[in-house]
């Protein structure tokens, strides 16, 4: 004999049914996004400012501008120094260069650090990098797939099979040399680009910036196709996608010092399966919250090597909290320096450290138009304050400056009485963070330089730091 059920029972099945679905998609989408995939774009020498989503009215890069569009754009984001390797040691160790043992161009890291991939692996993560790495083989060897080519990324892809996934790319876009030959189609014109008052407007620095917007358009190309491959394989929606630079771009002033031009980054994170509650933040930000920002995002306890610590709100609901204060250095890069500096949302103090010569550069820059147009100037008497800065001897010990008012950092004001008291609060700040980060005085070490900072020619008879040797130093 069949039993008859009321239609309340079959209301009451059908209600029960339903909020288990409901239920089981909501739990399988909130266990989804405590393991999303993890795409880290890192550009090699691009200024902050030189993307169509940061405001350049002329460089075209629609896949980075997407990226904004779908996500979350910091405008107020530092590096811990504007020096590729370290800068990208600290971003993966959450530690501040002079802490690594990685402080100078091409040192690998010691064999006592872990990065990233390591601790990721607790969730079942698998990693891989893609084209440049210069962390040193006990940094790569903590991934589990490297290749140099930046048209494997599908193989890598193929490899994680099920796993989540964390992808290290290493472009080596814009930085120097630009080739003809690597031109792409409907090259830059050079009359459709931003010269910086601490740069010479002539033909070659125009050519010069042209030649870096192109190579700019060229990975936000390579960008376009790792999104589409993503998208093919229905993968987007759930990668964390995070797009920022090693250090500011390629020119006299910029790349490998620590005024904003050198230390601010683009900082983008895109990620469909997480609608962030920002579209947009102006917070003070510092790269070395990356990583504890990560880990803390697929629950792993924060390791003590950590210096950072997690962005508060970035993925929640609340109030995103910046910093207070945002720390940088820079350390031998071709020329040797010992230079720390201690921002906040207006002001900057610098300290120096060899006062008898003038602002170390990197060998790529002494070689370039932009460089040799200055030098030019410079015979000619005619360089502008904003220009003669570059070349200052000796340098003070402190600079300060007030980027409400200056925002490429022109004018000195450490001798005005009205801001000394915010000087010396900034002295004590910068002294306090060296202590509990384990800063070294400038006396522990020098190292000769192997470029001329007078000139930008490489000094032959120079021998490179052991670290150097057999690396490729145009990456």
């Avoid at 003669?388 to 402190?398: A, G, I, K, M, T």
Wanted: glycine fraction near 6%.
């Amino acid at each position: 004999m069949h039993k008859v059920y009321s239609r309340s029972y079959w209301g009451l099945i059908t209600i029960m049914g339903i909020s288990f679905f409901i239920w089981s998609c909501t739990s399988k989408q909130k266990d989804a996004t405590k393991t999303p995939n993890i795409l880290i774009l890192v550009a090699d020498d691009a200024g902050w400012e030189d993307f169509g989503c940061y405001g350049n009215p002329y460089i075209k890069t629609p896949n980075v501008d997407y990226l904004a569009k779908n996500g979350l754009k910091a405008t107020n984001t530092f590096l811990t120094t504007a020096q590729c390797s370290p800068s990208r040691i600290s971003i993966l160790t959450g530690k501040y260069p002079h802490a690594t043992g990685a402080e100078d161009l091409h040192m690998p890291m010691p064999d006592s650090l872990d990065i990233l991939p390591k601790f990721l692996k607790e969730k079942g993560y698998f990693s891989g990098f893609l084209k440049k790495g210069h962390l040193g083989a006990y940094g790569e060897a903590q991934f589990d797939w490297h290749q140099k080519d930046l048209n494997t990324f599908e193989q890598f892809l193929d490899a994680a099979e099920k796993k989540p996934f964390f992808m290290w790319v290493g472009f080596t876009d814009p930085h120097r040399p630009y080739k003809e030959n690597d031109v792409i189609d409907e090259p830059q014109s050079p009359s459709e680009v931003i010269v910086p008052p601490y740069l010479v407007d002539d033909k070659n620095t125009r050519k010069d910036l042209a030649d870096y917007y192109n190579y700019i358009r060229r990975m936000d190309a390579q960008i376009g196709e790792y999104l589409d491959q993503l998208k093919s394989r229905k993968l987007l929606d759930n990668t964390l996608v995070i797009f920022l630079s090693d250090n500011g771009a390629p020119f006299p002033r910029a790349k490998g010092t620590v005024y904003d031009v050198g230390i601010k980054t683009p900082l983008i994170l895109s990620w469909p399966n997480k609608i962030l509650p920002s579209k947009k933040t102006d917070k003070l930000i510092s790269v070395i919250d990356l990583a504890p920002t990560i880990l803390d995002l697929v629950e792993i306890s924060q390791p003590r090597q950590f210096q950072g610590n997690p962005i508060e709100g970035l993925f929640s609901k609340d109030p995103i909290q910046g910093r207070k204060y945002i720390f940088s250095e820079r350390n031998w890069h071709d020329s040797d320096e010992h230079i720390r500096s201690v921002r906040t949302n207006r002001y900057k103090l610098i300290k120096n450290a060899y006062l008898d010569l003038p602002l170390g550069i990197a060998s790529d820059i002494g070689r370039s138009p932009s460089f040799k147009s200055l030098l030019k100037a410079k015979e000619k008497g005619g360089l502008t304050k904003a220009q003669s800065r570059l070349f200052e001897v000796p340098r003070v010990e402190y600079e300060f400056y007030d980027l409400d008012k200056d925002p490429y950092e022109i004018n000195n004001l450490i001798e005005d009485p009205n801001v000394y008291e915010i000087i010396e609060n900034l002295k004590i700040e910068l002294e306090m963070w060296m202590d509990e980060t384990g800063g070294f005085s400038s006396k522990i070490r020098q190292r000769p330089d192997t470029v001329d900072r007078y000139t930008g020619e490489v000094l032959d008879k120079v021998r490179l730091p052991e670290w150097i040797e057999g690396t490729d130093t145009n990456e």
